[in-house]
């Protein structure tokens, strides 16, 4: 069985200067392809932990915000004749006047800051709420 001949000289050579010249051409093209699909992957990732680390920026901003407003909540004068009546069962007619006072001050920090839906005080020894800004609570 006879393989694929070719009839003349100029067949042969155009066949050889074309398998020489497309050879190096597809392996630039190739490289080139490769190389900028990594440029592009780089690129990518770039952006994407830019943007990771702008909001991990934003939200520990967020966090320290939060954090100033529970400390400033917190440091109320106010707030710390509540001390007297978290040990207390039951309320007498003045622990009731302070809860009402407290429960005032919630509502005022409420409408200052904008960035909470509802504020409470917590028993720390029993977990039951001592005053809200919330009436069902």
């Known amino acids: 069985m006879k393989k694929f001949a070719f009839k003349s000289i100029k067949n042969r050579l155009v ?48 966090v320290l915000e939060r954090t100033g407003d529970t400390y400033n909540f917190s440091a109320d004068k106010e707030f710390t004749e509540l001390e007297n009546i978290i040990q207390k069962t039951s309320y007498d007619q003045n622990d009731l006047r302070i809860i009402a006072n407290c429960r005032r001050i919630l509502l005022r920090c409420l409408k200052n800051y904008t960035a909470y839906y509802d504020l409470f005080i917590i028993n720390p020894l029993n977990g039951n709420v001592i005053a809200s800004t919330n009436m069902n609570m």
């Not at 066949?15 to 780089?42: C, D, G, H, K, S």
């Not at 990518?44 to 920026?57: N, P, S, Y």
């Open 15 to 62: 066949f050889w200067f074309l398998l020489i010249a497309l050879v190096p051409l597809m392996a630039a093209l190739l490289i080139t392809y490769t190389q900028r699909v990594n440029v592009i992957e780089a690129r990518t990732f770039d952006k994407l932990t830019a943007i990771r680390d702008l909001k991990v920026e934003r939200v520990q901003d967020w």
